[in-house]
């Protein structure tokens, strides 16, 4: 943040003496807009200038927003040159000492070509200068500077002033292009896009850093908080035709902090162009032996100079052959008596170094074809450089020196030509080339046996396991000199040497029990052909299963471990050594078989005692209306899996029933393995009322099923608690008499004492 006027002038008169030998820029804003640009922007005649025109502020103080100024004997990269701002000109000059800030209140538009240019809309305070002019070199540059007020605190991270140098052709069909952009981007040069790392709250990470010049303190030869570096704007132009620039800056969104574009004097150059710098450093130098042409034909060109290293060379031609690394230089006088130059930078990388390389295939049917997998020689051909890319292949050098019609099946070539060649290039693009012979061989070797194991990993049943294809090594290569062999899942892949097995010594087989394996042995330049074998897993499948079995109490059960095996041997105390044992008790028992491949395997048998069910009691509750229920409670010795039943053909696994009327019932309880036994219950309830009229129906009243409670007890009682009745379980009921009269018909009590000590109260009616 800048001070305050009242503490500059504090520090300006404490400073004086020091003050006075500053150094700052000077600003004239009474150049003429013809006087800066042909005397000061431009400076020389390859150009011709017309249609000058100026437009910025209109300052009552008659002020202007541009005009010249001088760097003195200040640090100002440029000595000279032209500024424009988006506040007075003569505010721009030195020390930084206070606020820029002009343009408040005046009516200061702003400029459309610039806005669309930069993609905004609010635009003000433009200061624009334009010209007309007519190239007679094929490239323009000038340099300039970007300064701002808005290089402070966190504002690079938000705000922006707008500048552009917008070209066109006069007359084209196309739009203006902005030449001031980040080098080698379409960025537009902005502080937003470029300033340093901005910490602190609000901040912002670094945009193109490397163009920044400073943030500035008090002594600094301009009144602006910070700048970029100097940069070029520069564009290929056609000689001879007519073209527009545009230079305008102005503010965005409002008056705050002026922005300035400071444009070096005499830096608006017409050049001659060469093209790009040929350097290592940016990837594009030449390569041995390759001539590049420089051409500097301009139809204006009276004479060409041509230097290299700064030594004027003989050649006067429009054109140069640059066949060594230097810097080089063209001077071109055009009509007018002006000169455009040019220069290029151009350095040569080293050749690529490459190999010639031998293939080797085996010819399986001796008619002396066989198919390659070029990439095979891949490391043969870089073996001295391999940074090298990978090989490229074709048929003919030719071809391989014009990279045309490279060899498209590189992984199943057939040599029906017996070289091809291999293009490998560095870098940069440089190339070398180099052959590739490829012979074949006819010898042959035996199959081995097959390699074979047992499935007895955890997973046992998966047909699946780890194998050692190097046991197979040595039947392989009996009666062969020693050499290198590969192995490979597909015959296809051991031709031409693709996909390798990674590690033979580790190999879990991918398909399951039995998987083809195919070794390709080489030694030297010598094939010996592929031998085949099998991979094999032999599993006992599901036959090891575990296998559930119940025994009933005082009974046994067979357990049989299968047929096919060559031994059995079981775990019980008499280790028999046949197929089935007959066992009596509950536990685990295991059996350990051999089947005919020596694989030894245990099965198991998990064993469970169970037995017949054996009723303790029937817990019943009755006198309920429809809402009665009876459990089946089993001894404590009836062990087993137990299902119940009313009907015989519906069972459940509870030994409740639920919603029983009054009546007699069997339960049947099953157990799968050990038998079936019934047991007989009785629900019952008492009568709403009953009818002693001597007719043969409801003449008693009795409980239903009473009768299988012998100890059972009735009492009968009238509305006040007297006792008019009693009878036992065995007994028939009441007959509605008290000492041989008939009672009234009424509402009666009664109070049933069950065998299980439950007891039941209610009450009936008597019915005459």
Not at 204 to 210: H, L
Not at 411 to 432: H, I, K, L, M, S
Not at 461 to 484: Q, Y
Not at 593 to 622: H, Y
Request: hydrophobic share 35%; proline share 5%.
């Amino acid at each position: 943040m800048k001070m305050t006027k009242p503490h500059i002038f504090i520090l300006f008169v404490l400073c004086l003496p020091f003050l006075a030998k500053a150094q700052y820029i000077t600003v004239n804003d009474t150049y003429t807009k013809e006087q800066l640009v042909r005397d000061v922007l431009i400076n020389n005649t390859c150009a011709s200038v017309s249609n000058i025109s100026v437009l910025g502020g209109n300052f009552a103080s008659g002020q202007q927003s541009y005009g010249y100024f001088n760097a003195g004997s200040s640090t100002f990269p440029f000595a000279d040159g032209i500024v424009l701002s988006t506040g007075r000109a003569v505010a721009a000059q030195g020390p930084n000492s206070s606020l820029l800030d002009d343009g408040q209140g005046m009516d200061w538009p702003g400029d459309t070509d610039l806005e669309a240019a930069l993609e905004i809309n609010n635009s003000i305070n433009a200061t624009i200068l334009e010209f007309d002019f007519i190239p007679l070199g094929n490239k323009i540059s000038f340099d300039y500077i970007l300064s701002s007020e808005e290089y402070h605190d966190n504002a690079p991270c938000r705000y922006s002033d707008g500048f552009a140098f917008l070209l066109k052709e006069v007359g084209g069909t196309g739009g203006y292009k902005n030449l001031a952009v980040v080098p080698g981007t379409t960025i537009p040069v902005k502080v937003t896009s470029v300033h340093p790392e901005i910490g602190g709250n609000g901040g912002c990470e670094a945009q193109n850093e490397e163009y920044f010049g400073a943030f500035n303190g008090f002594e600094h030869p301009t009144n602006f908080n910070g700048q970029t570096v100097a940069l070029t704007a520069l564009s290929d132009v056609t000689p001879g035709v007519l073209y527009h620039i545009k230079l305008v800056v102005a503010d965005e969104g409002n008056y705050r902090y002026d922005s300035a574009i400071f444009l070096g004097g005499g830096s608006f150059k017409i050049e001659t162009d060469l093209g790009d710098d040929r350097l290592l450093a940016t990837g594009n130098p030449l390569c041995k032996d390759e001539t590049l042409t420089l051409n500097a034909t301009n139809a204006n060109a009276i004479r060409y100079e041509w230097y290299k290293d700064t030594v004027l060379q003989p050649e006067i031609t429009p054109t140069y052959p640059v066949t060594v690394a230097g810097t080089y230089a063209v001077r071109v006088e055009l009509t007018g008596g002006c000169f455009s130059t040019g220069e290029i930078k151009v350095e040569y990388a080293g050749a690529p170094t490459v190999s010639n390389a031998v293939l080797v295939q085996c010819d399986e049917d001796n008619n002396g074809l066989a198919l390659f997998n070029l990439n095979q020689a891949d490391a043969q051909v870089i073996a001295a450089d391999p940074t090298l890319s990978d090989p490229v292949y074709f048929r003919t050098n030719g071809e391989a020196a014009s990279n045309t019609n490279p060899i498209t099946n590189v992984t199943n070539f057939e040599n029906t030509q017996p070289v091809v060649y291999a293009r490998a290039e560095n870098q940069y693009g440089c190339y070398a080339i180099s052959e590739v012979t490829l012979n074949v061989s006819n010898n042959n070797i035996a199959d081995p046996q097959d390699l074979k194991k047992c499935d007895t990993d955890i997973n046992p049943t998966d047909g699946k396991s780890v194998f050692n294809l190097r046991d197979r090594e040595a039947a392989i290569l009996a009666n062969l000199p020693s050499g290198n062999i590969n192995y490979y899942t597909s015959y296809e892949d051991a031709l031409s040497g693709l996909n390798p097995i990674p590690a033979p010594d580790v190999f879990p087989n991918t398909i399951p029990f039995q998987q083809r394996i195919y070794a390709k042995l080489s030694s030297g330049i010598d094939c010996y052909g592929i031998a085949e074998f099998n991979v094999i897993v032999n599993s006992f499948g599901s036959s090891l299963n575990d296998v559930q079995a119940i025994v009933c109490r005082g009974g046994d059960v067979l357990l049989n471990a299968g047929s096919g095996f060559s031994s059995y041997k079981w775990n019980t105390p008499n280790n028999e050594t046949t197929q089935t044992i007959r066992v009596t008790a509950a536990g685990t028992y295991t059996v350990t078989v051999t089947n005919s491949d020596g694989c030894e395997g245990t099965k198991k048998f998990i064993v469970t005692a169970s037995s017949i069910a054996t009723v303790a009691s029937m817990s019943i509750r009755d006198f309920q209306g429809g809402n009665n229920s009876a459990t089946v409670v089993l001894t404590s010795d009836s062990i087993g899996t137990y299902q119940y039943s009313l009907d015989g053909i519906t069972f459940q696994d509870s030994p409740t029933f639920t919603n029983l009327d009054p009546g007699r019932y069997t339960v049947i309880i099953k157990e799968a393995n050990c038998g079936i036994i019934t047991h007989v219950f009785y629900i019952m309830d008492y009568p709403k009322f009953f009818t002693p009229n001597n007719d043969g129906t409801n003449d008693m009243w009795r409980i239903p099923y009473l009768q299988f409670q012998h100890n059972a007890t009735v009492a009968i009682f009238d509305r006040y608690g007297k006792l008019l009745y009693f009878f036992k379980g065995g007994q028939p009921g009441w007959d509605g008499k008290l000492n041989g009269y008939d009672l009234p018909a009424n509402d009666y009590w009664f109070r049933i004492i069950l065998q299980d000590k439950r007891e039941i109260r209610g009450h009936f009616s008597l019915l005459r």
